[in-house]
């Protein structure tokens, strides 16, 4: 039986529908993001990962881009109107989120962050983001992610 993640009890207790993916991983190793899209048998495009970021003025930032891009920091800051990001150093995730590296979710960090999501996004009638916990995914509809994080949508990826 799957334990239920707090990513899962904030989504019930919103009311938003979702569906839970598992996928086999070593204990509290993560796996890449294409890794995981195979694993769930889902399509890299819908299968997303949560980045999150510093500005020189110690704000945090959340960015959910398809697991195969990469963020473009550039592009990053100036979709939340600021000069300058840094990728958070992975030392401070779990104090600042309370997730870890392969399970860090945009949904349940310890505190809101602004969140925006590529806008890819909008092309799929559902995506994948980490449950909270290694090995477990769930799908939401995109726009429903975005009204549950408050986020907004960009291009915020490198070409590939």
């Not at 945090?60 to 398809?66: D, E, N, S, T």
Request: net charge positive.
């Amino acid at each position: 039986m799957q334990v239920k993640t707090n990513v899962m009890r904030i989504l019930e207790k919103a009311h938003i529908p979702y569906a839970v993916y598992t996928y086999p991983h070593d204990k509290d190793i993560a796996v890449d993001g294409k890794t995981v899209a195979a694993l769930v048998g889902k399509d890299p495009a819908c299968v997303f990962k949560t980045l999150v970021t510093r500005s020189t003025q110690k704000s945090c930032y959340v960015f959910i881009i398809p697991v195969e891009a990469e963020l473009d920091l550039k592009k990053a800051a100036k979709a939340v109107g600021i000069k300058a990001l840094e990728m958070l150093p992975m030392k401070e995730l779990f104090a600042l989120t309370g997730y870890i590296r392969g399970g860090c979710s945009p949904i349940g960090m310890k505190k809101q962050f602004p969140t925006v999501l590529h806008e890819s996004a909008r092309e799929q009638d559902s995506i994948l983001v980490s449950a909270g916990k290694i090995g477990v995914q769930v799908e939401i509809a995109p726009e429903l992610l975005l009204t549950q994080t408050n986020g907004a949508c960009a291009d915020i990826v490198k070409l590939l």
